[in-house]
T-cell receptor, first 113, second 115 residues
Framework: KAGVTQTPRYLIKTRGQQVTLSCSPISGHRSVSWYQQTPGQGLQFLFEYFSETQRNKGNFPGRFSGRQFSNSRSEMNVSTLELGDSALYLC????????????FGNGTRLTVT | AQSVSQHNHHVILSEAASLELGCNYSYGGTVNLFWYVQYPGQHLQLLLKYFSGDPLVKGIKGFEAEFIKSKFSFNLRKPSVQWSDTAEYFCAVISKTGTASKLTFGTGTRLQVTL
């Protein structure tokens, strides 16, 4: 069974630009959640989608948004990038949501210059 | 706001030493508790979880954790570590309020096992 796939692996953007990250979950998983990982803050929850609906949301500004498609693939968008958005963005899929084990992808490393 | 504290940021142990990593959370209601592990160069994976029942849960690779409700703690233990346990360990807590749930991770503990 293929794992969670995140593309691209690396991204370099400049301040003010926007970026879209993609996540393909494990086949059959309907929940996709996104996390920002930084050395100082650890893993912070961004949002969770289940069957194309945002079900839970963390404490991030509106510049961070996402969506989920009918095939459960998900995208995360960050607009008006700031230097502080530089981080590893992880996606995780699960069959029903948080309470079932999360399967993480390898992440997208975003660098904002 | 809910928080999860992992006080040990970096732990160095010799092989065969015993391990205990601390995890404390701040939420007083119903919680589900997890430990995730990230081995070097690999993605995060579930080590063990607690939902209800026996507060002592066993996970993969000989790890166990004990939920102590009165102390708001879910410490991870292993009697004898191996070099291959070198990794970063994250405690995570799901708190439930009505139909909503919130997932919070600790900042992680980096474990280095020396030969």
């Amino acid at each position: 069974k293929a794992g969670v796939t995140q593309t691209p692996r690396y991204l370099i953007k400049t301040r003010g630009q926007q970026v879209t990250l993609s996540c393909s979950p494990i086949s059959g998983h309907r929940s996709v959640s996104w996390y920002q990982q930084t050395p100082g803050q650890g893993l912070q929850f961004l949002f969770e989608y289940f069957s194309e609906t945002q079900r839970n949301k963390g404490n991030f500004p509106g510049r961070f948004s996402g969506r989920q498609f009918s095939n459960s693939r998900s995208e995360m968008n960050v607009s008006t990038l700031e230097l502080g958005d530089s981080a590893l963005y992880l996606c995780a899929s699960s069959s029903t949501g948080y309470n079932s084990p999360l399967h993480f992808g390898n992440g997208t490393r975003l660098t904002v210059t | 706001a809910q928080s999860v504290s992992q006080h040990n940021h970096h732990v160095i142990l010799s092989e065969a030493a015993s391990l205990e990593l601390g995890c404390n959370y701040s939420y007083g209601g119903t919680v589900n508790l997890f430990w995730y592990v990230q081995y070097p160069g690999q993605h995060l994976q579930l080590l063990l979880k607690y939902f209800s029942g026996d507060p002592l849960v066993k996970g993969i690779k000989g790890f166990e954790a004990e939920f102590i409700k009165s102390k708001f703690s879910f410490n991870l233990r292993k009697p004898s570590v191996q070099w291959s346990d070198t990794a970063e360990y994250f405690c995570a807590v799901i708190s439930k309020t009505g139909t909503a749930s919130k997932l919070t991770f600790g900042t992680g503990t980096r474990l280095q096992v020396t030969l």
